[in-house]
C-alpha cells in the first residue's frame, strides 16, 4: 500500500501527534495551539483531513497515526529520489556528499547500511 501524501505543515502535526499518541484530539489541539500557534479549528480541520487520507483515526476523540514516522520519510525520500534525481539513489548521494562533510564514522555507518542492504539482496 502507498504511504499517503503528508504535506509540510500536516508533518508537523504527525511529529507532535507521534510523539503523544495515544492521545485525545482536545489534547492535541491544545499542543498544537502552543507548539504551532493554530486554533482548535485548525487542528480540528487537519484531523479530518489526514483521517479521510488514510494517515490517522479518530476514534471516540482518540487520535491515533496509521503511518509511521519511518513511512513517512520513506516515502518523502523515494519521492525526492524519483522527482529529483531520476529515481537514482547514487545521484542523490553525489548531490548530498558535494554539499555535506561526512565524518568517518558516518562513512562506517553508511557502509554497514550497504552491507545489510546487499545481504538482504542476495537472500531474494
Not at 499517503?4 to 508537523?12: A, D, G, V
Not at 555507518?109 to 538482504?120: G, V
Request: aromatic share 8%.
Amino acid at each position: 500500500m502507498k504511504t499517503p501524501k503528508i504535506f509540510e505543515q500536516e508533518y508537523k502535526f504527525c511529529l507532535i501527534l507521534w510523539e503523544h499518541e495515544p492521545i485525545s484530539s482536545s489534547a492535541l489541539a491544545k499542543l498544537c495551539e502552543e507548539k504551532l500557534g493554530w486554533k482548535s479549528t485548525t487542528t480540528y480541520t487537519v484531523i479530518k483531513r489526514l483521517s479521510e487520507r488514510g494517515v490517522l483515526k479518530n476514534e471516540n476523540t482518540v487520535v491515533t497515526s496509521l503511518v509511521s514516522k519511518d513511512a513517512a520519510q520513506a516515502s518523502e525520500i523515494d519521492e525526492l529520489v524519483e522527482e529529483k534525481f531520476g529515481g537514482s539513489l547514487p545521484a542523490f548521494f553525489a548531490a548530498f556528499t558535494k554539499r555535506q562533510k561526512i565524518s568517518s564514522e558516518e562513512l562506517d555507518e553508511l557502509q554497514h547500511m550497504i552491507d545489510l542492504a546487499r545481504r538482504k539482496g542476495e537472500n531474494k
